[in-house]
C-alpha cells in the first residue's frame, strides 16, 4: 500500500505469506487481551482503594539502610492516618513501604513486574497485582494516588517521578503532593532543573513547585494532611473525568 508520497506502508493484509500474517494478527490481539486484563483487574481491585498515597524508590536498598528504616516509618503513619500505601511489591524500598503499611491500619497493596532479575514480590501485601506491562502498572500508580512520595533510586524511579511530574504539568492529572525525601540525593537533580531546564525555558519556574523536598517522616505525612485541609480529599467530577484518560 502507498501513501500519497509515493511511499510504501506496511500493511499485513498484502502479506504473501498469508499464515505468518494471521500468526502476526492472532500474536498481537491475543497481546491486547493480555493488556486489558491487566486494565480490568487493577480498575476491579484499587477502584474502592481511597485515600492512598504512592511510594516510589529503589529496590537495591537493604533493611539495614537509613532510608529502608525511615520508609517504614513514613509507610506506617500513613496507614495509621488512614492511607493505604501503594508500592511496587518489591525489595528494597518496594518492601519498605509495603511493610510499614502491612504493620499499620491501612491496606498495604503491591502491584508486582515481571522482571528477569530484582523483582521479587515482598511478603507485606494486604493486595497485589502481578503485571507484565510496565504501563498499565503505572496507570495502578498514579491513578489511584492522593500523593506521591520518591525516595531515593535509580531509573525506574526517574522514570517514575517524570511520568507523574508530566501528568500534572500537563493537568493529565490532578495537582497532588509530590514529595522527595532526602535532601542530599535529590540536590543535584533540583539544581540542574533549575539550572539547565528552567534557565533554557524549557520548564517554568512554577513547575517547580510540583516538588516539596521533606526529610523528616512526621514533617511528610503533616503535609499531605495539611494539603488536604484546603481542599476535598475526594477528586472532583472534572478529576475523575481527566482521570479516564490517562
Given at each position: 500500500?502507498?501513501?500519497?508520497?509515493?511511499?510504501?506502508?506496511?500493511?499485513?493484509?498484502?502479506?504473501?505469506?498469508?499464515?505468518?500474517?494471521?500468526?502476526?494478527?492472532?500474536?498481537?490481539?491475543?497481546?491486547?487481551?493480555?493488556?486489558?486484563?491487566?486494565?480490568?483487574?487493577?480498575?476491579?481491585?484499587?477502584?474502592?482503594?481511597?485515600?492512598?498515597?504512592?511510594?516510589?524508590?529503589?529496590?537495591?536498598?537493604?533493611?539495614?539502610?537509613?532510608?529502608?528504616?525511615?520508609?517504614?516509618?513514613?509507610?506506617?503513619?500513613?496507614?495509621?492516618?488512614?492511607?493505604?500505601?501503594?508500592?511496587?511489591?518489591?525489595?528494597?524500598?518496594?518492601?519498605?513501604?509495603?511493610?510499614?503499611a502491612f504493620e499499620g491500619k491501612s491496606p498495604s497493596v503491591g502491584l508486582n513486574i515481571i522482571l528477569p532479575h530484582e523483582q521479587k514480590p515482598n511478603l507485606w501485601q494486604n493486595i497485589s497485582i502481578q503485571y507484565r506491562h510496565f504501563f498499565a502498572r503505572k496507570v495502578g500508580f498514579v491513578k489511584y494516588a492522593d500523593a506521591f512520595v520518591l525516595f531515593p533510586g535509580g531509573f525506574g524511579t526517574m522514570d517514575e517521578m517524570s511520568e507523574v511530574l508530566t501528568l500534572m504539568q500537563t493537568q493529565k492529572i490532578r495537582r497532588i503532593p509530590l514529595i522527595l525525601v532526602g535532601r542530599t540525593f535529590w540536590k543535584g537533580l533540583l539544581d540542574w532543573f533549575q539550572e539547565q531546564m528552567v534557565g533554557n525555558g524549557l520548564i517554568g519556574q512554577d513547575d517547580l513547585a510540583l516538588m516539596q523536598v521533606l526529610d523528616d517522616p512526621k514533617e511528610i505525612v503533616q503535609a499531605i494532611l495539611d494539603f488536604y485541609k484546603a481542599r476535598e480529599l475526594a477528586m472532583t467530577d472534572e478529576e475523575r473525568q481527566k482521570m479516564l484518560y490517562l
Open positions: 500500500m502507498a501513501d500519497n508520497n509515493g511511499k510504501n506502508l506496511p500493511n499485513l493484509r498484502e502479506l504473501d505469506n498469508i499464515e505468518v500474517a494471521t500468526i502476526l494478527k492472532a500474536r498481537e490481539s491475543w497481546s491486547m487481551f493480555s493488556i486489558m486484563s491487566e486494565f480490568v483487574e487493577t480498575t476491579e481491585r484499587l477502584s474502592t482503594l481511597h485515600p492512598a498515597v504512592t511510594i516510589f524508590g529503589s529496590a537495591r536498598i537493604h533493611p539495614d539502610h537509613p532510608d529502608y528504616i525511615k520508609c517504614i516509618d513514613v509507610s506506617h503513619r500513613l496507614s495509621d492516618a488512614g492511607f493505604a500505601v501503594i508500592s511496587g511489591g518489591g525489595p528494597g524500598i518496594m518492601a519498605a513501604a509495603n511493610r510499614g
